[in-house]
């Protein structure tokens, strides 16, 4: 039965990083959202996305998870302010071919084990400082800090984002950085946590990036 254990935990691979992590990001107590004021933009679900890797001894797999709404403020080309909503029910995994296997991996992503998607059907992400990159280079513009809220947890991360505008339209997509799974709860498998595992089965860092387009909010009729 442990044996059998080990292989399924092996096979239900959560979304998780190897050693060599990109753009480490501690989490940090929440702060107050930001409230800059200016033109109301809409973000365009269809084409924006929390796109994820992860590895595991042996192999990697890759995916998204959809987004469901939100919103930016900008102010002189600036983002003042900001937030959108994470449909924590549109986990995709984008490598497994074999649609028993991706069926499994996904529903155990979204089982009490990880996300416990039935009772945490979304996740947010709140902007709470975005300031111009001291050296600004093609990847990164703009540093923007939000409270991340993945289940019961809500903590503060800051990463670096490309930020451009193409008519009416912003696109901001981050550089891909690395979070701790485990300081939002999300703790199945962690030899950090759970010092009897023999391998590391699953790691506990998430590489995440994060692309959205934003438009003006359509006029009223």
Known sequence: MKTYFLA??????????NTATKNKVDGTDAQAAASGAG?????????SSVHWVGSKVGGSHHGTVGLKSGELAINSESVASGSFVIDMNAI???????GKMNEMLVNHLKSEDFFDVAKYPESTFTITKVEAAATPNDSVNYL????LKLKDVEKNITFGAKVTKDGDTYKAVTVPFTIDRTQWNVKYGSKTLFADLKENIVNDNIELQITIVAKPAPVAE
């Open 39 to 47: 033109e109301k933009l809409v973000i365009d679900a269809q084409s």
């Open 8 to 17: 399924i935990a092996a096979l239900l691979f959560v979304a998780s990083c």
């Open 92 to 98: 995709v995994d984008e490598d497994l071919t074999e």
């Open 144 to 147: 923007v800090s939000g409270n």
